[in-house]
């Protein structure tokens, strides 16, 4: 018998819509928050994040480590320059890589 961590033991429920779209606002939140400390020049920590309203729990459900942090700020910036760029790109749905 495998023995399994928590975290791979744990089984998702499907998601509402409402969840679904809550669960897109925080992570947006997250990002956004994670972006103005980056624009201020300090460090992103978890508790800078948190004062923004979202739980450590949140961080760590949408961001497992700081690398996927770095990476959801690339995909994001990468989005918002692809949605600028193309014609009619703000009717595009996003991109979500989650």
């Excluded at 460090?43 to 497992?64: M, P």
């Excluded at 770095?70 to 890589?97: F, K, N, Y």
């Amino acid at each position: 018998m495998t023995n399994l961590s928590p975290r791979t033991a744990q089984v998702h429920r499907p998601q509402s819509i409402d969840e679904q779209q809550q669960s897109i606002r925080t992570r947006r939140t997250i990002l956004a928050a994670a972006t103005d400390l980056i624009n201020t020049g300090r460090a992103v920590s978890i508790g800078d994040l948190t004062a923004s309203g979202v739980t450590r729990g949140d961080i760590h459900f949408h961001f497992e480590t700081k690398h996927g942090l770095i990476r959801g700020l690339i995909d994001d910036a990468a989005d918002q320059v692809h949605r600028r760029s193309t014609p009619g790109g703000d009717q595009c749905p996003h991109r979500h890589r989650w």
